[in-house]
């Protein structure tokens, strides 16, 4: 075959529209596809081990997760890659229904454009993804983050987390350019736990806790009935409200009060006896336990899709 060779209006028409910069980039993608393409099919033909790329992201309740999905899911194209969407339920982050249906939404997404997802429980999120990644033989794993600067008070990050638990796995970033809209909406959400009703709620039911205490007193009840009385109280106070905060500190509120009225000396926040610290602690520890479990107790209600995806 002869090369064409062009005239100077030519040249310089072809020059004006088509030898362009983004032409040329995008002409070079091409290329340096195509030769990752033959290079791959020549590994796999030869090599007796398994070289496809795996490509990784991670899910999250994040508006800006879809541009990390989309991102993903281009470069599983571009590589004819394994595309698998995880995401990680720690079951300690309590989340809103505004979060949880963008949660939805980017799983939803991921499912659209060909991921196999799929739900991990753990509380190290860092751990259980890596674990995973080596496990499913994922060559590459993309997760967002948010343009901040980090505490000096800090610890490590997922990231740096990852790194370290995988690394033979590349770990790719991708900016969350929105993330200063996302971190105020976060900020507001956690505020939105800490409701005064709840309070009202809390301090009601000690209220109540104590007119108990005093009719069984009055009927010659021992202390340890009167404490019975008030563990009741911080149980029902961790199921019916939001958050630990006020069921941490009706635990406190609790153990004051009733040291306050029941214990001798009357009226005065001493007492006699060495055993109440121990049932400020149990008040404590109650208060948390019944959080907790209330908390998994209402995660099970959603039901499980046949990949592990709550809906």
């Known amino acids: 075959m002869l090369g064409k060779i062009y005239k100077t209006e030519q040249a310089k ?13 995008a002409l070079r993608e091409i290329a340096l ?27 999250s309740a994040s508006p800006t997760n879809e541009k990390v999905i989309r991102t993903v899911a281009r470069m599983a194209d571009a590589f004819h890659a394994t595309f698998t969407a995880v995401y990680v339920d720690d079951e300690s982050d309590e989340m809103d229904d505004v979060s949880r249906q963008q949660l939805k939404v980017n799983i939803r997404l991921a499912e659209e454009l060909n991921a196999q997802v799929s739900l991990l429980y753990g509380d190290d999120i860092a751990l259980q993804l ?5 496990i499913s033989n994922v060559s590459k794993i993309v997760i967002g983050r948010s343009i901040r600067k980090r505490s000096l008070f800090k610890g490590q990050s997922i990231i740096d987390q990852m790194s370290e638990f995988a690394p033979m796995i590349d770990i790719y970033v991708i900016p969350d350019q929105a993330s200063s809209y996302y971190h105020r909406r976060s900020s507001i959400i956690q505020k939105e736990y800490f409701q005064w009703k709840d309070g009202f709620v809390a301090f009601g039911i ?3 806790a104590t007119v108990v205490g005093a009719i069984f007193a009055e009927q010659g009840f021992s202390e340890s009935n009167i404490i019975v009385v008030y563990l009741l109280g911080v149980l029902f106070i961790s199921i019916l409200t939001r958050g630990r905060i006020w069921s941490s500190l009706a635990s406190v509120v609790s153990v004051l009060v009733f040291n306050y009225f029941f214990t001798q000396p009357q009226f005065s926040l001493q007492a006699y006896d060495t055993g109440y610290p121990f049932t400020f602690l149990f008040m404590f520890i109650a208060a948390f336990v019944t959080k907790d ?10 039901s499980v899709g046949e990949e592990g995806i709550p809906y």
């Open 13 to 25: 028409r072809a020059l004006d529209n088509f030898f362009t910069e983004e032409n040329l980039v």
């Open 33 to 59: 596809r195509k030769v990752a393409d033959q290079i791959n099919q020549n590994d796999y033909k030869t090599s007796p081990y398994f070289t496809k790329e795996h490509i990784l992201v991670c899910l």
């Open 130 to 134: 890596s674990e995973y990644a080596k």
């Open 206 to 208: 000690i209220a109540l």
């Open 293 to 302: 479990t209330d908390h998994k107790t209402q995660a099970k209600r959603y």
